[in-house]
């Protein structure tokens, strides 16, 4: 991992490719990331290297004379490491290895060493292992010099399986071991999951360090880490918040996403995204001061279509409005979003706004619905007045002819306007009850 003390910090060369297919200003904002990437990951970018090719060299990425050119800087200059903004493949990554004394790391190493360091929970330090493995698996050519091939003789003989296949056989079996913790931390997941399902679940989701965390504390007045780097959040973390008083929703912030996000991270971290495409409803968390804000949007866009949440609605939420001084662009984006928030969460600027805003959509597939509960359930009466809109209740009692009881009974009528979830609840309760009676549900004309 990469060191991070003070003392100990490693410089870096990061190199990008402009090819027909990318601009020179896409890359220069590509290596800023790629440069924000390294400096959460502890090192010090001490210059930039950009190559134009028309295509990729399929031997060493950039051609071997840029190749000599970077080897010349890293000798006078010392550097640690040479951070590629592309994923190599492993056969240009020993080329390019054998050329320079330094570290080679492309993109998804990179990303891959940043979640190691930031793994706090088993889950999260089980998922990114996996990801290592995966990752590491195809290069280890490039690990261990010492994974060279057998040499024959007098006591060497032997099953000819190589240093390099012993490993990997090494490897694939941590590999099956980590997926069967990874399906156990699954199953429990899965099981808090079914616990929550009477409650409306409400995931953050957007590009890394848009502001999530944030935003969660400020929307649920707590103290949720967050931090201006990338991936400061890796474990889905969820909290219980009541909207208007009467809707309580479960709100739960995830991992942010990147442009080039290593597919297997996306894999291993299944657990932790199931929150996503378990959820009712999107926050989609836009940091609309950053230059390229749409092309994170369509990343988010992309991630979630892989994840098969794409169908999920979705808020738009711009933050960090207070920190935007292109008033042009403001009405813009208000022109172009009409359903959008423009919120600032660190100051907490339109915050409340949000809230009704997040509530107007929950209840937009509300129902209503009557219900007959006994009197002699007062924690069910209780649960409907918390998790539903009473909109008329009164106690009676039942008549012998049309209920086919032996003995008057005490019952309430309430009818009652909810969530699809919470009325799936409820009526499953009531259903349990031996006297307990709801009719067949109507739209319900919520005021906007």
Known sequence: ??????????????????????????????????????????????????????????????????????????????????????????????????????????????????????????????????????????????????????????????????????????????????????????????????????YTQVSLVGYTNAGKSTLMNAMADEDVFAEDQLFATLDATTRNITLDGVEEVLLSDTVGFIRKLPHRLIESFKSTLDEVRASDLLMHVVDVTHPRFEDHMQVVEDTLEELEAHDIPQLLVFNKVDALDDTHLLRALRRDYPDAVFVSALRGIRVEELKEELLALIRKDYVERTVVIPVTEPALIARVHRVAEVLNEEYVYTDESSNGVQKPQAVAHITYRASDKQDQRLVEMVDALEFGQHEDPQPAEVPA
Do not use: C
């Open 1 to 198: 991992m990469i060191a991070t003390s003070p003392d100990t910090t490693e410089t870096a060369i990061i190199v990008g490719v402009i090819t027909p297919d990318t601009s020179r200003w896409a890359v220069r904002d590509n290596l800023n990331e790629l440069e924000q990437l390294a400096r959460t990951a502890g090192a010090h970018v001490t210059d930039r290297v950009t190559q134009s090719r028309t295509r990729i060299d399929p031997a060493t990425f950039i051609g071997s004379g840029k190749v000599n050119e970077i080897k010349r800087l890293v000798a006078e200059q010392g550097t640690d490491l040479v951070i590629f903004d592309d994923d190599l493949a492993p056969v240009q990554i020993r080329n390019i290895e054998r050329k320079m004394d330094a570290k080679l790391l492309d993109r998804s190493a990179l990303i891959l060493d940043i979640f190691a360091g930031r793994a706090q929970t088993a889950a999260a330090k089980t998922q990114v292992e996996l990801a290592q493995l995966h990752y590491l698996r195809t290069r280890l050519t490039r690990r261990w010099t010492h994974l060279s091939r057998q040499k024959g003789g007098i006591g060497t003989k032997g099953p000819g399986e190589t240093q390099i296949e012993t490993d990997r056989r090494l490897i694939d079996k941590r590999i099956a071991t980590l997926r069967e913790k990874l399906d156990k931390i699954d199953q429990q997941r899965m099981t808090q999951r079914k616990a929550r399902r009477s």
